[in-house]
């Protein structure tokens, strides 16, 4: 019988101390990780955590679990391979806003329409961190706070929910750095759900954004259950702020690979392997 895991969520950390800037969102976003590792139990050694490339791609190398660092947007790409080689991990995908909606654009709407059963965590501070805050694709039009973009990138912003449910995303959840144990619990939610999970975190960049102080003051948590009608939902994401948290949309549809495919089949993985051998 295998005995049940209870560790407290700073035995998920892994020593390793963030070089984030004090008061960045991500560190929400650690401790939101942690504690809902503790609350599952889950087992660090049968957990991975993929990442692109940002100061929120960090994130893996600071939890005591599996971690790659992968490539600038390739995190999904990475992480859908591992979980369909090994279907007995829990992955988890995680990077920035830049890093998946720009550059990793692409896998991210291929991620959602696959449906593998996964977790991607976008902590989006509607900029380029790392690099010194370029805007990135969801900076407000008007943002005129780089040098680079005078009088604002002049051009909307993705809707990262509305961009995932029109790609097929059957799970979508919103958090705020300001409210970690929110985002430890969709987190949990997420990490259980049998599909492709979108947590979108608004996380400030308190550097690059100061301003974005100010989001306490409108981010709203939905009252209502999560919607599970497409048209409803599209509705809602097309027209509301953008700060509205918790679980927003859930569906049940069929994960990928089909239940029975050779995906996961050990033999056909090594063969593949052995063909890639120099
Ligand atoms: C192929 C490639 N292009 C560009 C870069 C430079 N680069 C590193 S991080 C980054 C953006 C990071 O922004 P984001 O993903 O929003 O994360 P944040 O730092 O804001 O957490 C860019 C453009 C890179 N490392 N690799
Ligand atoms: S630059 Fe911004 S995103 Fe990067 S660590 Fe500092 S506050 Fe966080």
Request: aromatic content about 8%; overall charge neutral; glycine content about 12%.
């Amino acid at each position: 019988m295998t005995q049940a895991i209870r560790l407290k969520a700073k035995e998920y950390k892994s020593g390793v101390k963030p070089i984030w800037c004090p008061g960045c969102g991500h560190f929400s976003v650690l401790n939101a990780i942690t504690k809902a590792m503790a609350g599952l139990g889950i087992d660090k050694d049968n957990t991975v955590l993929v990442s692109g490339i940002g100061c929120s791609s960090r994130l893996p190398a600071y939890v005591d679990s599996y971690g790659f660092h992968g490539v600038h947007g390739r995190g999904l790409a990475i992480a859908q391979g591992l979980k369909v080689a090994r279907p007995d991990l829990t992955v988890l995908a995680l990077g920035g806003d830049g890093d998946g909606f720009s550059i990793g654009g692409n896998h991210f709407i291929h991620a959602c329409r696959r449906n593998v059963n996964m977790t991607y965590i976008a902590m989006d501070n509607e900029v380029y961190g790392m690099t010194q805050g370029q805007a990135s694709p969801t900076t407000p039009m008007d943002w005129d706070h780089s040098k680079l973009t005078p009088h604002g990138p002049g051009v909307r912003p993705f809707k990262p929910a509305a961009l995932a449910l029109a790609a097929g995303a059957p799970w979508i959840a919103r958090g705020y750095s300001g409210n970690p144990n929110q985002i430890a619990k969709l987190i949990a939610q997420a990490v259980e759900h049998p599909g492709f999970s979108f947590l979108h975190v608004m996380s400030q960049c308190i550097t690059f954004c100061p301003e974005q102080t100010d989001w306490k003051a409108i981010v709203n948590e939905r009252a209502e259950p999560a919607l599970s009608d497409a048209d409803e939902a599209a509705k809602l994401f097309l027209h509301e702020s953008g700060f509205q948290t918790g679980l927003l949309y859930c569906e049940q549809r069929s994960t990928w690979p089909p239940a029975g495919a050779a995906a996961g089949d050990a033999g056909a993985l090594a063969g593949l392997a052995a063909s890639f051998r120099v």
